[in-house]
């Protein structure tokens, strides 16, 4: 028995990094899979893995409000219903400062990170308003909740942006047995980031500035994300879960 048998989840960016890894462990726990992303040939590869009845890939363009209502048609079509939401799907762009910043980029991180996030809620709430029930979750970071030298202003307002809708959502919607919350994760060891950054850099930032002196596997988030999405999470709405080895409890 999984913690999602029988529930239908659709999961943004889950073609790669972290979201694989969420599409994953949902389903192992029992969820049938929708990955969404614009990344079709990794999406179709990761549903593939996972299993034709268990799992299809929609491609998906978070900043595209049609994209949104082709997705969760094609969701219905595929398994009958949507019980869950995983807003995951983000871009970060590179370090800068708020002077430094291209505005096409500041423009381009809000519209996927934010936006994208209130697009796929209003595409998806109906359905879950029908049913009387659902869960949607929304990956913010621990740069939403304060300031991360690691990133860029965009992605900074961005990152707070989701918690404030997480909350508006999860205040209109508790009556309709809809839970929304966001998760924080701080530093995580995707394959991108084992790509970028050489053995050193990751031990040095693990002893520096991290005090559990690691980063996190995805799968650690993932574990939350299925908690959050179950039955098990029952009366947990409109919260933060910061995902951070205690990095939040110092100013580094
Ligand atoms: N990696 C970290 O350490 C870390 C820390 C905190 C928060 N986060 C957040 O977790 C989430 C996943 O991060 P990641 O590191 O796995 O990212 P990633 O870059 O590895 O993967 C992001 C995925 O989103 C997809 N995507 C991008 N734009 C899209 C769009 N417009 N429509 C649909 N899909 C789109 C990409 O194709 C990709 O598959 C992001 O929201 C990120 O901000 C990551």
Do not use: C
């Amino acid at each position: 028995m999984g913690l999602l048998d029988g529930k239908v989840a659709i999961i943004t960016g889950g073609a790669k990094g972290m979201g694989e890894f969420h599409s994953r462990k949902l389903a192992e726990e029992g969820a049938k899979v929708v990955i969404g992303d614009l990344d079709a040939e990794n999406g179709e590869r990761v549903a593939k893995e996972i299993g034709g009845d268990q799992a299809v890939f929609a491609e998906l363009d978070v900043t595209d409000p049609d994209s949104w209502e082709r997705v969760v048609q094609e969701a219905k079509e595929a398994f009958g219903t949507i019980d869950i939401l995983v807003n995951n799907a983000g871009l970060a762009g590179a370090i800068t400062g708020l002077l430094d910043i291209e505005e096409d980029l500041y423009k381009k991180i809000i519209d996927i990170n934010q936006n994208g996030i209130f697009y796929g809620m209003r595409a998806v709430l109906p359905t879950m308003i029908e049913k009387n029930e659902g869960s949607i979750i929304n990956i913010s970071s621990l740069a939403g909740l304060r300031h991360d030298i690691t990133v860029n202003p965009a992605y900074t307002a961005s990152k707070f942006a989701i918690r404030g809708l997480t909350k508006q959502a999860a205040y209109e919607f508790a009556d309709k047995n809809i839970r929304v919350n966001a998760v924080l994760p701080g530093a995580i060891l995707t394959p991108m980031a084992e790509a970028t950054l050489t053995k050193e850099q990751i031990d040095d930032v693990s002893q520096n500035l991290l005090p559990m002196q690691r980063f996190a596997q995805p799968e650690e988030v993932s574990e939350v994300i299925v908690f959050l999405a179950s039955d098990k999470a029952s009366y947990v709405s409109g919260s933060d879960y910061v995902v951070d080895g205690a990095r939040a409890t110092i100013n580094k």
